[in-house]
């Protein structure tokens, strides 16, 4: 698995860590700036391709209107 230094990540991953999950998805909502992002964390490699390209997904079905968050 190729290594990620970001903060967010950071956190998917101490919490997939901690209570032992294969993949973690976070998403974020800024209300003040009006803007969101999704964080993921795979365990192997593998799972780490596969978190991402979910959360891919989500971000779109989050854009499309597919998925409302409010």
């Given at each position: 698995?190729a ?56 971000y ?11």
């Amino acid at each position: 698995m190729a290594w990620n230094p970001s903060p967010e990540v950071a956190i998917a991953r101490d919490f997939g860590t901690k209570f032992n999950y294969d993949k973690v998805y976070i998403i974020g909502l800024n209300e003040r700036k009006a803007g969101f992002g999704v964080i993921s964390y795979g365990k192997t490699k593998e799972k780490c391709k596969e978190a991402s390209k979910a959360a891919d997904r989500i971000y779109e079905q989050i854009i499309n209107g597919t998925i409302i968050i409010e």
